[in-house]
């Protein structure tokens, strides 16, 4: 069992920045990769950023330049530092994690409840 807590999200005016924070809990093996997805009201559910256990990282080319993710010094944390915000950004931010929490088991995608990040113009 892996739960996922996400925190940070709010309400800011476009160009300000928002922190978002994801902390794992639970029996993990191997965590392989945390990240972020978000989802727009009417739009398919897509990836914002990705890091790995050993730091790649991959993003969107929507905010590139912008977003920012990183793993804090315990590895089962990761943060999303979002500046200059536009009102595109606005949606349901997910924190997402895959790992593996026993031997001789496969990989699974474990997710958070989900944070509201808003962005008026």
């Known amino acids: 069992q892996v739960t996922l807590v996400e925190s940070g999200g709010g309400l800011v005016q476009a160009g300000g920045s928002l922190r978002l924070s994801c902390a794992a809990s639970g029996s993990i093996l191997i965590l392989h990769t945390m990240g972020w997805y978000r989802q727009a009201p009417g739009k398919q559910r897509e990836l914002v950023a990705e890091?790995?256990?050993?730091?790649?990282?991959n993003s969107a080319d929507s905010v590139k330049g912008r977003f920012t993710i990183s793993r804090g010094n315990a590895k089962n944390t990761v943060y999303l530092q979002m500046n200059n915000l536009e009102p595109e950004d606005t949606a349901v931010y997910y924190c997402?994690?895959?790992?593996?929490?026993?031997?001789?088991?496969?990989?699974?995608?474990?997710w958070g409840q989900g944070t509201q990040v808003i962005v008026s113009s």
């Open positions: 890091i790995t256990s050993d730091d790649t990282t």
């Open positions: 997402n994690c895959q790992a593996t929490i026993r031997w001789f088991d496969t990989r699974r995608e474990y």
